[in-house]
Every structure is written in structure tokens, then in C-alpha cells.
């Protein structure tokens, strides 16, 4: 259950909601997506993407695919799924892929997954020399950069394949993109996951805004019809035979787990998510997402325990969350979380095994790293709200 809010403690949206606003276009610079980065295919989930890039490269048992040691433990099942392994590469103290690192770790190694955490890119140029180089594939995993150009080019056309997750960047329930600059991807037909898929995937989207005070006329409009789906799928849930578990409408990467379920690796995103993903402006969502990083940066800069993991926001950013490097993350997390402030702690934990000695980088990243929302949901006084609750947890 989601605690109240109130006019001194508003729930602030971790992920963009729907709202009336969502489909406003903009009037500041047009942006590319990974949607314009190649041939596209709408799945549902950043991880499927991954795998179907990984079946459609031929990856199989006794290949290795290069992982980041810096991750989220949802991008390792697809790599298992294909009978490969993960090789787990280090990464600087921010995040920059270690190219000795990735040298040295060549032997049987077919892919490169590198990421482009938060929505800051990666050193393009050289991992594409050294993929060049090596006949390794390298796939741009862009689930922190949906929208971004490095270059003058879309993030995502760098890579033999790239993948994208939808949920990060537009106010759906469910929604994972996967690109190729260099193959046409006639090889991934999708199907449809269904009427009750379809269902859930809008109805989910429309309660979430809800839920944060979005879409309040729609909201009563909808009142008796949702609370009539709520006494059905209740009644539904009570009649099953003990033991029996309701079948998923969703995949369960639509509720924050890290797992990997292969049912759903042909299906096609929803028409809900689809269309919104054609209908919200990439443009906007960079101009405000931009703007509220900025605000949350010169905020937040020089707090007790706190720095920014990034120096600067460079331009074609379009950032994911703010990253801020804690002292004591754990307190400090416990803290936040207990005014209210969701917080987001990507790479915790890392998938097992990987640890210091993998990478110290990673482990340090992984323990002091966390982000607040930046995203284009957000209300103004929402931000007020976060900016002046981080600044008091955090000088306390
Ligand atoms: C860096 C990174 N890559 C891939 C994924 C997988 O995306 P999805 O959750 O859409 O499956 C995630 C998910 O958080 C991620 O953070």
C-alpha cells in the first residue's frame, strides 16, 4: 500500500505516471530515441530485449558475453537463458567501461554489453574501435538511455543491437525496445500477449496516476468500473482451487524483480504502451528531464556526505535519475526512505558472486550510489518538496 499524502509529505512518483500532460508536445529542441536508431521492435521488457538481441547474434553454450560488473541482476538470466556465460569486466569510478579490463578478458567472448548508466554514455567511439577490432558484437544497453544522441547520432545506432526500457522514461506499465542500426530484425516476429495482458497493461497505467493524484476527473469517472474490476478479480482470485496460482497477465519485470520468465520473449508490448510510446514528445520529456537534474544539482551540491557522480550534465543527456555518491548510504537511504523520499539504488545488489574482487569499482558504486527522480512527471512543488527533505535528512 502507498502511504497517503499530504500537503507537508506528497507522494512523489519514482517513475513518470500518466497524466494530462504526458502527451503535451514541446516546444524546445526535437530529440532522437533509440526509436530512431534502427530497425525497432516493441517487447516487454528491457531484459527480453536483451535476450531476443542475444538469440538474434546466434549466442549460444560456450559462448562468452562481456557484462558490465556495475549492473542491474536482471541483465545476467538473459545471457544463462542462451547457455552462454556472463564475463564480468570492470569499470572506473564512474562507471566508464575498463577497455584494458575488456582486453584482457577477449578469449571466447562474442559479446560486448555496455551500459550507459543514468543516461550518460559511454565512450562510443572506442568500444565500437575495439568490438571493431576484436569481431566482437556489441550491444548498447540503453535501459537508462532511452532518449539521447552522442555525436549528432541517436544512443543505440552505435551498436550492432541495443536495447531500451520503456517504464524508466514514459509514464506504461510495462515496455522494452529492441534496436539494430545493422540488422533488420525480419527474424523477430511478436505476438500478442493477450486481451487480459492488454487489459492490465492500460489499467495499471491509469491507476498508478491515479494513485500520485494524476487524471483526477477520469479517476471519478472511472471509480465504479475499477472498484466493480477489483470485486471480480477478488471474487476470481477466491474461487481458484487452494495451492493454484492466478496465471501472470504481466511479466513480473513490471514489479520491480530481477527475474527472467522466457514466456514472454516473443510477445509484443501493449497497444497502450506502444501508442504512448509514439505519442509522448522525446523532446519534452529531455527539456524538463534536464531541468529538473539541473535544479535538483545546484540544490543538492556541497550537502554533508553528498556529491554528485557526475561533474557536469554534457548536452544530448537525457538523464534517467540524479546519482548522488553518499558517505554513509545505508543510513542515509533509511533515512530518506523514512520521510518519504524514494530513492533508487542501482546495482544492489549485484548478481552473485560479483564483489570487490571482481571489481571494486562496482562494489563501491554499488553500495554508495543513489538517485532521486528527475523525471518529466514530476511536479514543481513535488521537486520543492525533495529538494528541501534531502536537504534536511541530509544535514541532520
Ligand atoms: C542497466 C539496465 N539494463 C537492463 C535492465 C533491464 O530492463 P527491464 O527492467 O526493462 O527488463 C535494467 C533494469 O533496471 C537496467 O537497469
Redesign the pocket.
Known amino acids: 500500500m502507498l502511504p497517503a499524502s499530504s500537503p507537508l509529505r506528497p507522494l512523489v512518483p519514482i517513475a513518470p505516471v500518466l497524466s494530462a500532460a504526458s502527451f503535451r508536445r514541446a516546444a524546445a529542441q526535437p530529440v532522437r530515441s533509440v526509436l530512431d536508431a534502427g530497425a525497432v521492435r516493441l517487447v516487454t521488457?528491457?531484459?527480453?530485449?536483451?535476450a531476443l538481441a542475444l538469440r538474434e547474434l546466434g549466442v549460444g553454450p560456450g559462448d562468452k558475453v562481456l557484462v558490465p560488473a556495475w549492473?542491474?541482476p536482471?541483465?545476467v538470466p538473459p545471457v544463462l537463458w542462451r547457455g552462454a556465460t556472463p564475463v564480468f569486466y570492470r569499470v572506473g569510478p564512474d562507471g566508464g567501461a575498463d577497455l584494458a579490463d575488456i582486453a584482457a578478458k577477449l578469449e571466447g567472448a562474442r559479446v560486448l554489453m555496455a551500459?550507459h548508466?543514468f543516461g550518460f554514455h559511454q565512450d562510443l567511439d572506442a568500444l565500437r574501435a575495439l568490438c571493431d577490432a576484436h569481431g566482437l558484437k556489441l550491444l548498447e544497453?540503453c535501459?537508462?538511455a532511452f532518449i539521447g544522441e552522442y555525436r549528432g547520432r541517436p544512443l543505440g545506432s552505435y551498436g550492432d543491437y541495443a536495447?531500451?526500457?520503456?517504464?524508466?522514461f514514459f509514464p506504461v506499465y510495462e515496455?522494452?525496445v529492441l534496436v539494430s542500426a545493422r540488422a533488420p530484425l525480419d527474424g523477430v516476429a511478436l505476438q500478442s500477449a493477450g486481451p487480459g495482458f492488454e487489459t492490465k497493461a492500460f489499467l495499471n497505467s491509469l491507476e498508478r496516476g491515479f494513485a500520485y493524484g494524476r487524471l483526477p476527473a477520469v479517476r471519478a469517472a472511472l471509480w465504479l468500473p475499477l472498484k466493480l474490476k477489483d470485486l471480480a478479480w477478488g471474487l476470481l482470485k477466491a474461487r481458484r482451487p487452494a495451492g493454484t496460482a492466478a496465471p501472470a497477465l504481466a511479466p513480473d519485470?513490471s514489479d520491480s524483480s530481477?527475474d527472467?520468465d522466457p514466456h514472454w520473449i516473443d510477445k509484443r508490448s501493449s497497444l497502450f504502451a506502444r501508442s504512448v510510446l509514439r505519442l509522448a514528445s522525446p523532446g519534452r520529456i529531455a527539456a524538463l528531464r534536464r531541468a529538473h537534474y539541473l535544479r535538483l544539482d545546484e540544490a543538492l551540491r556541497g550537502l554533508p556526505g553528498l556529491r554528485p557522480l557526475f561533474a557536469a550534465l554534457p548536452d544530448g543527456v537525457c538523464p534517467w535519475v540524479y546519482p548522488l555518491v553518499a558517505a554513509e548510504p545505508d543510513a542515509l537511504a533509511a533515512r530518506l526512505a523514512a520521510a518519504g523520499v524514494p530513492v533508487t539504488r542501482?546495482?544492489r545488489p549485484l548478481w552473485q558472486g560479483v564483489d570487490a574482487a571482481t571489481c571494486s569499482n562496482a562494489a563501491q558504486l554499488s553500495y554508495s550510489v543513489l538517485a532521486l527522480p528527475c523525471h518529466q512527471e514530476l511536479h514543481a512543488q513535488e521537486l520543492d518538496w525533495l529538494i528541501a527533505t534531502v536537504r534536511k535528512v541530509a544535514s541532520a
Open positions: 521488457s528491457g531484459r527480453v530485449a536483451i549492473h542491474s536482471s541483465m551500459t548508466y544497453d535501459a537508462h536495447i531500451a526500457s520503456s517504464m524508466k515496455g522494452g519485470s530481477f527472467f542501482f546495482g
